[in-house]
């Protein structure tokens, strides 16, 4: 063993995310690990490094002196930092032989991504979610990168979706979410849970709609009480809570029979109808409860929850997490209650907790598991087999062939990804007389297409147009991000008419009439409004970007009329407004279809 281990202590190695990583910090030694996290109760049972002693320290520091008790002659270096962090540039990334990832979120790992890109340095990605998890090799030129295939984002719900006609589990969860805070947490108006009068479809006249939503904001000869304070107002009586909550909210919704015409109505729910059933004190994670045990867990848990807001005192607002045992079983309780009144399958504690924390339940077997198949791929990259490397996916269940771990060949680099092609092109379809300088930046270059420590354009020109600096239809921008060493060509679609509250779209395709070579008179410079050419920022260090913009020397005809192949691979977002969440935690990798049938694809 020791000749295999011997010329590991030759190399250096980078590794990102400290529990989920602690096992390859004991193969690799000259080992750099940066994590900006500190560790939480809820991640010891993720990992076999971390302690109750441990919590509110560094994880990275932490994971170090754990691997140095039994490992002591192992070399490495702990950061409490953001890998963002400027300090973090390209000729970091190049003084390291590998790479090993695992952080939780997209902006992460697309800094990551880009970064091993421009230091030609292999990067090993992975990922777990509950049982399922996943690891593949990225290397420039030869397999795909983090960002070759689009990810999925985290969706948000229309209000009344939420209060008048969820058609998912996840709506009801949201709505359970909601009900926490406007009973025992900060009361906010976007949250609210009382079936939506104003809901325009149901309406009978559209008019009706907006009547309906001004009369809700008048109080008149009303006076208008908060569900926190109803609920004060009857002691936080669990069976008054839930008569109101699942019977009579219910019975109303079914007065706008409108709504019902082509969906099953909501069955109301009473209280004195179901039997008393006593639930066990602990409750299985994976047991789907029946209604009546679901309404004595609500009882329960509103109890518990009342006793703690007096404890606290008055005024006192309680914060929901789901790591703490009566919130999270409120939530789970009512999720269930309202999926079962809207005819849905009810969802065990566990996959209510996956969905409401917005995070995947970690489990340390899937992790030390992920972290073995990490250290193999590491070995072949080192012995120079990168050819060897594979995608693995770790199933939940056995395959036909009776197989947890899937292995797949490495795909091929996606001609078409702005990331990783020769020459990284985007097209991005928009009105160039409605969009400004801000939108521009703040959406299309900093939230969708560059992730990175972007130029900070001058203030005065944010809430101009950009066709006011010769922008048009087929103009080409070149966004340069100096800190990666990465250059992306940005093709203009110009269109007079959008979908609706729909502001740009990053098309897959590049126009059918591309932009001519642009020549050097064509490029002018984006900076304080001048046209003084195409040089680098001479801001501020953390500035490391320009934008240069390229004309065409004729402008295309408007491509609202055009014939343009629009895939389902578009991405569209909203660019007045901010995103709700940041991106989904884990990568989705998809192998093909005909290496196996049983393939699980990851978040």
């Not at 020791?2 to 990102?16: A, H, V």
């Not at 560094?58 to 002659?73: D, G, H, R, T």
């Not at 000729?91 to 890109?117: G, I, P, S, W, Y």
């Not at 509250?501 to 490029?523: A, H, L, R, T, W």
């Amino acid at each position: 063993m020791e000749k295999y281990i011997k010329p590991l202590l030759l190399y250096r190695y980078l590794l990102l995310d400290s529990y989920f990583l602690c096992s390859a910090l004991a193969v690799f030694s000259g080992c750099k690990n940066i994590d900006l996290d500190t560790i939480d109760v809820s991640n010891l049972n993720r990992q076999f490094l971390f302690q109750k002693k441990h919590v509110g320290r560094s994880k990275a520091q932490v994971a170090k002196e754990s691997v140095l008790q039994f490992c002591p002659e192992a070399n490495i270096t702990a950061y409490h930092d953001s890998i963002m962090n400027p300090d973090y540039n390209v000729e970091f990334f190049k003084q390291f032989t590998m790479v090993m990832n695992a952080l939780d979120n997209n902006a992460a790992r697309n800094h990551v991504n880009r970064m091993c890109l421009a230091a030609g340095i292999p990067l090993i990605e992975s990922g777990t979610a509950g049982y399922l998890g996943q690891v593949t090799v990225v290397k420039k030129g030869v397999t795909e990168c983090y960002e070759c295939q689009p990810k999925p984002t985290q969706k948000t719900f229309p209000g009344c979706t939420i209060r008048n006609t969820p058609s998912e589990p996840i709506h009801c969860i949201v709505w359970a979410k909601y009900l926490f805070n406007q009973l025992f947490g900060e009361e906010d108006a976007d949250q609210e849970v009382a079936p939506d009068i104003a809901d325009p479809e149901a309406a009978w006249d559209p008019t009706q709609a907006a009547e309906r939503a001004n009369a809700s904001n008048v109080d008149g000869d009303i006076k208008r009480v908060s569900t926190k304070q109803w609920a004060k107002s009857t002691g936080y009586d669990p069976i008054k809570l839930f008569n109101k909550l699942f019977r009579d909210d219910i019975k109303y919704l079914l007065t706008m029979d409108r709504l019902w015409r082509k969906r099953k109505p909501p069955v109301p729910l009473e209280w004195s109808s179901l039997h008393n059933k006593e639930i066990g004190s602990c409750l299985k994670d994976q047991k789907v409860l029946d209604v009546t045990s679901c309404a004595q867990l609500f009882s329960k848990s509103v109890e518990t929850l009342r006793e703690q807001l007096r404890e606290k005192g008055n005024g006192a607002e309680l914060v929901w997490d789901k790591d703490d045992p009566p919130a999270m079983d409120f939530v789970t309780a009512a999720a269930n209650l309202r999926m079962h009144i809207f005819s849905m399958n009810m969802k065990s504690r566990f996959d209510v907790k996956s969905m409401a924390g917005n995070i995947i339940p970690a489990i340390a077997t899937t992790n030390a598991v992920i972290s073995g198949l990490i250290v193999l791929e590491g070995l072949k990259i080192l012995s120079g087999n990168t050819e060897q490397c594979r995608t693995v996916f770790l199933n939940k269940q056995p395959n036909p062939r009776k197989k947890l771990l899937v292995p797949c060949s490495l795909d091929p680099p996606n001609p078409s990804c702005y990331v990783c092609a020769i020459k990284p092109e985007v097209t991005v379809k928009l009105n160039v007389h409605k969009v400004t300088v801000q939108m521009l930046q703040d959406k299309v270059r900093t939230g969708e297409i560059i992730s990175s420590a972007l130029l900070q354009l001058t203030t005065a020109n944010n809430n101009r147009k950009i066709s006011e600096f010769g922008i048009r239809n087929s103009s080409q921008l070149q966004a340069d991000d100096f800190l990666q060493d990465y250059t992306l060509m940005i093709n203009i679609l110009h269109s007079d008419e959008m979908e609706k509250d729909v502001d740009f779209e990053v098309v897959g395709d590049v126009p059918e009439k591309g932009p001519q070579k642009p020549s050097e008179q064509s490029v002018k410079n984006i900076t304080n409004g001048s046209d003084d050419g195409a040089q680098p920022s001479t801001s501020k260090a953390q500035d490391q970007d320009d934008v240069l913009i390229v004309d065409s020397d004729e402008e295309s005809p408007s491509s609202s009329n055009a014939d343009i192949n629009m895939d389902s691979a578009s991405l569209k977002r909203k660019l007045p407004e901010e995103e709700t969440i940041s991106s989904t935690k884990r990568k989705r990798l998809e192998p093909p279809v005909e290496e196996d049938d049983d393939i699980i694809a990851l978040d």
